[in-house]
T-cell receptor
Framework: SQQGEEDPQALSIQEGENATMNCSYK?????LQWYRQNSGRGLVHLIL?????REKHSGRLRVTLDTSKKSSSLLITASRAADTASYFC??????????FGEGTQLTVNP | ETGVTQSPTHLIKTRGQQVTLRCSSQ?????VSWYQQALGQGPQFIFQ???????GRGNFPPRFSGLQFPNYSSELNVNALELDDSALYLC??????????????FGEGSRLTVL
């Protein structure tokens, strides 16, 4: 079963705009990760935020985590056409697995 | 590139057949996880292998089985294929075992179509 739910399911923006994707989850977690997937290919790790962290930055990416609301957001600033992909949040609730959400399909128009 | 390689990249099977998918993990990584991703959905955890032993399993029937070899490469075997097994099968390697998962390094996947 999917623990995470991404919102929106699809997002279309113009180059240069910011893109925000949200993720909600159900159980306590150790960390939350964001991955990117280009058109049916492998997933690429973007960023990991631990349960005791509230915000993290990596280049044009900003991730926030609110454990009281069981939610996270991924902000991509100054988007580029090359950012077009599916973005997934994945939660680590202990054990050996990551539980992925359904993903947000981001389209950045040139 | 992650250094994780999977083969074959695409294959077509018929219902009832068996399939073996292969994965070579990134150098130095001793843990391999397998995920199934149906079209338009997120990846679903199948199982994980750590030092040649199964270390956690998702909600998949026993006809999904795996192996990890001393060089940490891995196989996923699926018997008695069903139409719903059509999906992208992703292998991911990582380092270490513990209560907390770190970053996973994914291969490009094997696209299985069952007719």
């Amino acid at each position: 079963s999917q623990q995470g739910e991404e919102d929106p399911q699809a997002l279309s923006i113009q180059e240069g705009e910011n893109a925000t994707m949200n993720c909600s989850y159900k159980t306590s977690i150790n960390n939350l990760q964001w991955y990117r997937q280009n058109s049916g290919r492998g997933l690429v790790h973007l960023i990991l935020i631990r349960s005791n962290e509230r915000e993290k930055h990596s280049g044009r990416l900003r991730v926030t985590l609110d454990t009281s609301k069981k939610s996270s957001s991924l902000l991509i600033t100054a988007s580029r056409a090359a950012d077009t992909a599916s973005y997934f949040c994945a939660t680590d609730a202990g054990g050996s697995r990551l539980t992925f959400g359904e993903g947000t399909q981001l389209t950045v128009n040139p | 590139e992650t250094g994780v390689t999977q083969s074959p990249t695409h294959l077509i099977k018929t219902r009832g057949q068996q399939v073996t998918l292969r994965c070579s993990s990134q150098s130095g990584h001793n843990t391999v996880s397998w995920y199934q991703q149906a079209l338009g959905q997120g990846p679903q955890f199948i199982f994980q292998y750590y030092r040649e032993e199964e270390n956690g399993r998702g909600n998949f029937p026993p006809r999904f089985s795996g192996l990890q070899f001393p060089n940490y490469s891995s196989e996923l075997n699926v018997n008695a294929l069903e139409l719903d097994d059509s999906a992208l099968y992703l292998c991911a390697s990582s380092l270490g075992q513990g209560a907390t998962s770190g970053e996973l390094f994914f291969g490009e996947g094997s696209r299985l179509t069952v007719l």
